[in-house]
């Protein structure tokens, strides 16, 4: 079975610090990988996904097979980056998301 | 483009009483989604319909759940008796038929909060 472990359940860091928000997975198969973001008082939304290599909103993403993680980056933080992000992955020829339980992203001024 | 919408947004019932929860999903979104968030955990899927056809359920407790998307729109998540840890957020998302430009990107609504006492 799938399984998505994101260590932390806070992060707190002081706005123009580097962010780093871990995310490890297991799966046998070849996975795809997403970051949701649940920003205060609105839905969880689509950040970015790995397949597309893109940079969203200063973030960046890499998977990483051999450690099978896939951390969210950002080199410097903004205080409208302050939210929940969601690691989620979607098995080979499905379309259904496991998601991790979440970390709290919190940018002090 | 108007988003997912549910109703009721909050819910207060008694343990073993019974609560329904509707979803509309974006107009041509195949797949609807309905998920369960425990307060401090992710989203964790009950059941996924492609049109009006169930594609999992594997993670539905089906003795006191059930899901149904009569006419491939709306879908409607019922629970009977409910327990006191059925308290959750519901959320239901929809989806595009996949593609590789849309791959993984569910919409979801606001959620419907129950809270069984």
């Known amino acids: 079975a799938q399984r998505v472990t994101q260590p932390e359940k806070l992060l707190s860091v002081f706005k123009g610090a580097p962010v780093e928000l871990k995310c490890n997975y297991s799966?046998?198969?070849?996975?795809?990988l997403f970051w949701y973001v649940q920003y205060s008082r609105q839905r969880l939304q689509l950040l970015l996904r790995?397949?597309s290599r893109e940079s969203i909103k200063g973030f960046t993403a890499d998977l990483n097979k051999g450690e099978t993680s896939f951390h969210l980056k950002k080199p410097f933080a903004q205080e409208e980056d302050s939210a929940m992000y969601y690691c989620a992955l979607m098995r080979t020829g499905r379309r259904a998301l496991t998601f991790g339980s979440g970390t709290r992203l919190q940018v002090q001024p | 483009e108007a988003g997912v919408a549910q109703s009721p947004r909050y819910k207060i019932i008694e343990k073993r009483q019974s609560v329904a929860f509707w979803c509309n999903p974006i107009?041509?979104?195949?797949?609807l989604y309905w998920y369960q968030q425990i307060l401090g955990q992710g989203p964790k899927l009950l059941i996924q319909?492609?049109?009006?056809?169930?594609?999992?359920d594997s993670q539905l407790p089906k003795d006191r759940f059930s899901a149904e998307r009569l006419k491939g729109v709306d879908s409607t998540l019922k629970i009977q008796p409910a327990k006191l840890e059925d308290s959750a957020v519901y959320l239901c998302?929809?989806?595009?038929?996949?593609?590789?430009?849309?791959?993984?990107?569910?919409?979801f609504g606001e959620g419907s909060r129950l809270t069984v006492l």
């Open positions: 998302a929809s989806s595009l038929e996949p593609g590789v430009a849309n791959t993984g990107e569910l919409f």
């Open positions: 107009s041509g979104h195949a797949t």
């Open positions: 799966y046998s198969g070849s996975p795809e």
């Open positions: 790995h397949i």
């Open positions: 319909f492609q049109n009006n056809g169930v594609v999992d």
